[in-house]
C-alpha cells in the first residue's frame, strides 16, 4: 500500500508543496483524494510568491479569484497591470517565478520629453495606455530599473527590449546593450562588456549584433542582457538595463517601444 494514500490530507498537500506546480497538476489525477490535497490552498500558496497578496493589491483592475491555484494561473495566463497602468506583472507558469515589463513611461529615456523627439502615443497590441515613439534623435538613451528585492531570489533573469519599427526607420543598426547591479559596478565597467544588439537593419547578415526575435503579442524583443538575482536578503540595490547608441550626426528614427522586460531563464 502507498502510504501517502493513509495520511491526512493536510500532510500529502504539505509534501507536494514542496515539489513544482507541475507536480501538483500531475498528482491530481492519481485519485480523488490525491486530486483535493493537490488542488489544496496549502500548496498553492507555497508556489505563489510571498508577497503576491501586496502586488495583487496594487493591480489597476481588480484580481477576481476563487482558490490560490486559481489566482496562480490567474497570474501565470493574463498579466496584471500595476501602479496606475505603468508596470505589468506576472507569473511564469511552469515555476511561479515573477515577471515584469516596465512601461515606456517607467524607463528613463532621453529627450523623450521634448515633442520632437519622441512622442507617448497609443497602441493596439500593447498592455499599456501608453508607448513611445522616436520621432527622431541624434543620442538613444533608453534605462530601465527595477529593485532587485521584488524578484524572485536565488533566479536567473534575461532583460529584454520590447518594441516596433516603422516601415521608415533609421539608424537603428547599432545600440550598445548592458545589464548592472548599480550598486555594484560603475557606468565605465559596465560600458567595457556590452555587446551590440541589431535592433533594425535593411541588410543584418553585413553585422554583427545580436538580432529581435518576433513574440507572439504582436511585439519584437532584443535581449540586453542577464543577471542572477541571489539570496532574497541580499540587498543588491537596483538592477539596471540600458541601450545606448551615441553615434554623433546620426540620426535615429522610428522605434516603438513598449518596455523594458525582466524575466527567468
Not at 225 to 253: I, M, Q, T, W
Amino acid at each position: 500500500m502507498n502510504p501517502l494514500i493513509v495520511l491526512p490530507e493536510g500532510c500529502v498537500s504539505e509534501i507536494i508543496s514542496f515539489t513544482t506546480p507541475a507536480d501538483a497538476i500531475r498528482s491530481s489525477v492519481i485519485s480523488r483524494g490525491f486530486k483535493s490535497a493537490a488542488e489544496s490552498d496549502i500548496v498553492w500558496d507555497k508556489f505563489l510568491p510571498s508577497d503576491h497578496q501586496q502586488i495583487v493589491s496594487r493591480s489597476v483592475a481588480p484580481v477576481v479569484f476563487d482558490s490560490k491555484k486559481d489566482l496562480y494561473f490567474r497570474l501565470s495566463e493574463s498579466p496584471i497591470l500595476l501602479d496606475e497602468g505603468k508596470l505589468s506583472f506576472w507569473l511564469d507558469k511552469t515555476n511561479g517565478k515573477k515577471c515584469y515589463l516596465l512601461s515606456a513611461r517607467q524607463l528613463t529615456i532621453s529627450f523623450s520629453d521634448n515633442q520632437f523627439s519622441w512622442e507617448h502615443t497609443f497602441d493596439a497590441d500593447s498592455r499599456f495606455p501608453e508607448v513611445a515613439f522616436l520621432n527622431s534623435v541624434d543620442i538613444l538613451d533608453i534605462r530601465g530599473r527595477i529593485g532587485t528585492r521584488v524578484l524572485s531570489s536565488r533566479t536567473n533573469y534575461a532583460v529584454y527590449l520590447v518594441f516596433k519599427v516603422s516601415e521608415r526607420y533609421h539608424g537603428l543598426e547599432s545600440t550598445k546593450a548592458r545589464v548592472r547591479f548599480v550598486n555594484q559596478e560603475s557606468e565605465y565597467e559596465a560600458v567595457d562588456r556590452a555587446t551590440n544588439v541589431i535592433l533594425a537593419a535593411r541588410t543584418p547578415r553585413n553585422l554583427k549584433g545580436r538580432l529581435p526575435e518576433k513574440r507572439t503579442d504582436g511585439w519584437l524583443e532584443v535581449e540586453i542582457g542577464k543577471f542572477y538575482n541571489g539570496e532574497s536578503g541580499d540587498d543588491n540595490g537596483d538592477v539596471e538595463a540600458r541601450l545606448l547608441d551615441s553615434r554623433p550626426f546620426h540620426a535615429k528614427c522610428g522605434l516603438m517601444i513598449e518596455g523594458v522586460e525582466f524575466r527567468p531563464i
